[in-house]
């Protein structure tokens, strides 16, 4: 496969999800919008989007999503009163959200899976290669990863994936990845990927983390993919699909990511990015630092 030279633009955000794990604060507010710290988390996401160069951002939507396209859009009666009011610093941070990238939408509809979401996007990036972000995983931005994922993408065409290492015992929680080591440390050939394996049927400790970079080819064989694990069309099962016989679309890479990433999925990950993001703030981390230690030693 004839690596691609055309330059990554485009990035998809599935935001469908109807965040049952966060009941009911998302009963009326998408989980997406729920804060870290002083952020929703989809900001977090697309800020990643855009360092990485992405400033094509699709994001794929349902019902009660509006507060996303919200957030994205310029809000003038705010704006102006904070320019009244001479608060130029929460007029810039309300600003920015409406600055990262241009935004476009397209309601999923029946929501039936990652793949499908996918699969939404496609008369939007048309034939590129292209990136999607999962809102769940936030990526610290000193820990380039989607930078590298493009590069490797370039270099060898197909798609990418990103990979962690994670205990044996909770592989059964991921996609996992049998891996072909490269001359590369960071980068590993995919032969197969098996969604949510028993322990003792895992490939590897290599789980699949929310960043892909695909070649466009995955949407031909998403058309094909029959409904796989939870009766959903997975992207893992298409992904499979393409590691197995490059021939459809190109080889399928890995990243393995040893860097800082922020699981919010459920409710206990979410608390701890929270706490973690804090306490590395330059305005917050001081003094939220001093009253952890000083609670932590209490409550023991």
């Not at 993919?225 to 890479?253: K, M, N, Y």
Request: aromatic content about 6%; some cysteine.
């Amino acid at each position: 496969m004839t690596p691609s030279h055309t330059r990554i633009s485009k990035a998809v955000i599935p935001a469908a999800g109807l965040g049952t794990r966060f009941l009911p604060a998302t009963k009326a507010t998408p989980k997406e919008m729920l804060p870290v710290v002083d952020k929703p988390a989809i900001q977090y996401v697309v800020e990643e989007a855009a360092t990485a160069g992405l400033y094509d951002v699709l994001m794929v939507t349902g019902r009660n999503k509006r507060p996303l396209e919200d957030h994205f859009d310029r809000n003038y009666e705010l704006e102006e009163a904070l320019h009244r009011k001479g608060d130029e610093s929460r007029l810039s941070k309300v600003q920015e959200s409406s600055d990262l990238a241009t935004m476009h939408y397209v309601r999923q509809g029946n929501p039936k899976g990652l793949g499908h979401a996918v699969l939404c996007a496609a008369p939007h990036v048309g034939d590129q290669p292209f990136a999607v972000l999962l809102g769940d995983d936030l990526i610290d931005p000193r820990d380039p990863l989607l930078q590298r994922m493009i590069e490797v993408q370039e270099q060898h065409g197909g798609s990418v994936i990103a990979l962690m290492e994670v205990d044996p015992a909770q592989i059964h929680l991921y996609g996992c990845a049998a891996a072909i080591p490269t001359g590369d440390p960071d980068v590993v050939g995919v032969s197969d990927l098996v969604e949510k394996p028993a322990v003792s049927e895992a490939p590897s400790n290599l789980a699949i983390i929310g960043r892909y970079v695909l070649d466009p080819a995955v949407f031909e064989v998403l058309r094909k993919t029959q409904p796989g694990r939870g009766g959903e069309i997975q992207l893992t099962d298409a992904l499979q699909a393409l590691a197995s016989d490059p021939s459809l679309g190109g080889p399928v890479h890995g990243v393995v990511f040893k860097g800082r990433r922020y699981d919010t999925g459920d409710r206990g990950d979410y608390l701890r990015a929270i706490v973690r993001l804090a306490c590395e703030r330059e305005d917050l981390g001081p003094d939220f630092r001093t009253w952890l230690r000083s609670f932590v030693t209490e409550e023991m």
